[in-house]
């Protein structure tokens, strides 16, 4: 998400009104939000975003985008996130256990082929239905959703995003 001229200043001072109890302060962040700009001498007023290149612009930003990571730690991440580990790959397991028994009566050749072959493929099921993770990250205006499950689910959850910043943050894309 990379369009800070779009941030709301409605959601970003009720943000920072639950937040910090000083209406003073409110009222100052209010009127740097408000202050416009001018472009070819000409004044134009401001309706939404942080006035680009201020140093408190981050840090508003940041205030916005905090209920978005609440939003992934809190909803999204525990209901696409099940089982402690991935079960054994069962191709795996089959060569490793012909491996040993190739192993134990003394064909040592055949075994070494077999771990090689093993050591080919993953170790764990990289489809098992029980497992599924979410991982996200976010530096700045920019984040990244990592996803251990479906295509569906990951198209789920790309929705799930866009519907939270279009109508909970109203934030949109350019």
Same mark, same amino acid.
């Given at each position: 998400? @990379?369009?800070?001229?779009?941030?709301?200043?409605?959601?970003? *001072?009720?943000?920072?009104?639950?937040? /910090?109890?000083? $209406?003073?302060?409110?009222?100052?962040?209010?009127?740097? *939000?408000? !202050? #416009?700009? *001018?472009? $070819?001498?000409?004044?134009?007023?401001?309706?939404? #975003?942080?006035?680009? #290149?201020?140093?408190?612009?981050?840090?508003?930003? $940041?205030?916005? +985008?905090?209920?978005?990571?609440?939003?992934?730690?809190?909803? +999204?991440? %525990? !209901?696409?996130?099940?089982?402690?580990?991935?079960?054994?790959?069962?191709?795996?397991?089959? +060569?490793?256990?012909? &491996?040993?028994? !190739?192993?134990? &009566?003394?064909? *040592?050749?055949? @075994?070494?082929?077999? $771990?090689?072959?093993?050591?080919?493929? %993953?170790?764990?099921?990289?489809?098992?239905?029980?497992?599924?993770?979410?991982?996200?990250?976010?530096? !700045?205006?920019?984040?990244?959703? #990592?996803?251990?499950?479906?295509?569906?689910? @990951?198209?789920?959850?790309?929705?799930? /995003? @866009?519907?939270?910043?279009?109508?909970?943050?109203?934030?949109?894309?350019?």
């Amino acid at each position: 998400m @990379a369009s800070f001229d779009r941030i709301d200043h409605t959601i970003l *001072l009720k943000i920072l009104q639950d937040k /910090i109890h000083d $209406n003073r302060f409110i009222r100052l962040i209010k009127g740097l *939000l408000d !202050a #416009g700009y *001018l472009e $070819n001498w000409k004044y134009n007023a401001t309706y939404s #975003g942080v006035p680009q #290149g201020a140093v408190v612009s981050p840090i508003l930003s $940041n205030l916005v +985008l905090d209920k978005l990571d609440k939003y992934v730690e809190h909803e +999204l991440i %525990p !209901a696409y996130t099940r089982g402690q580990r991935r079960s054994v790959y069962p191709p795996y397991r089959d +060569l490793t256990k012909a &491996a040993s028994k !190739a192993r134990k &009566a003394g064909e *040592l050749s055949q @075994a070494r082929k077999l $771990n090689q072959q093993a050591q080919s493929i %993953p170790s764990r099921d990289p489809n098992d239905p029980n497992f599924r993770r979410l991982w996200y990250t976010r530096y !700045a205006d920019d984040f990244l959703l #990592g996803v251990v499950g479906s295509k569906s689910e @990951a198209v789920e959850i790309k929705q799930k /995003i @866009a519907t939270f910043l279009r109508e909970d943050l109203k934030l949109e894309r350019e």
